[in-house]
């Protein structure tokens, strides 16, 4: 079973400022099948990103994805207020395995 | 516009059953893998199970597998969770998710609001 590790668990920026996120697996899988998402307290979770860098339909190119073998990383180029949420990374395929999550904060 | 409207949550005593339904609109239902995505109280995001477009391929979570079953309904864009055995571990948010275009399957580019199963005595 593949696990994906998310660091930090939480990130405290202030606006403008850029956000690095991780997600790393337990194991190679396929660069092309990770997906990350944001998700907002009481909303279902939105696609940000597929096949690791390709942004999802409305997705602003502030938000951009990186990585292969078992690292990834979302990056957000200048924090925006709407942007403050929860990221899970995700290995998607035929057993999807999410990680565990990171917490963009205001600092 | 695309909807997953979720229904058949509440709650159950351990060991009884519950039947989640995901009606669809606003997408050519058949063309897509479905799946049901749940999230515990204040927890992370699980994958619990996916159907193919035709029902020739169900996959489920260890975690689930032998007490859910999930089907389709491509007439009335619809898919169904029978829950079995529920345990007090399947209490989360459930969420109906579809596949993401041209990415295979697994991406989820459409979510449903959730409908909260709670298992408890």
């Known amino acids: 079973e593949i696990v994906l590790t998310q660091s930090p668990g939480t990130l405290s920026l202030s606006p403008g400022e850029r956000a690095t996120l991780s997600c790393r697996a337990s194991q190679n899988f396929g660069t092309y099948y990770v997906a990350w998402y944001q998700q907002k307290p009481g909303q279902a979770p939105r696609l940000l990103i597929y096949g690791a860098s390709s942004r999802a339909n409305g997705i602003p190119d502030r938000f951009s994805g990186s990585g292969s073998g078992t690292d990834f990383t979302l990056t957000i180029s200048r924090v925006e207020p709407e942007d403050f949420a929860v990221y899970y990374c995700q290995k998607y395929g035929n057993s999807p395995t999410f990680g565990q999550g990171t917490k963009l904060q205001m600092k | 516009e695309v909807q997953l409207v979720e229904s058949g949550g509440g709650l159950v005593q351990p060991g009884r059953s519950l039947r989640l339904s995901c009606v669809t609109s606003g997408f050519t239902f058949e063309d897509y893998s479905m799946h049901w995505v749940r999230q515990a109280p204040g927890k992370g995001l699980e994958w619990v199970s996916r159907i193919n477009w035709n029902s020739d391929t169900i996959v489920y979570a260890d975690s689930v597998k032998g007490r859910f079953t999930l089907s389709r309904d491509n007439a009335k864009k619809s898919i169904y969770l029978q829950m079995n055995s529920l345990r007090a571990e399947d209490t989360a948010l459930y969420f109906c998710?579809?596949?993401?275009?041209?990415?295979?399957?697994?991406?989820?580019?459409?979510w449903g609001q959730g409908t909260m199963v709670t298992v408890s005595s």
């Open positions: 998710t579809k596949d993401a275009p041209n990415t295979g399957t697994g991406a989820f580019d459409v």
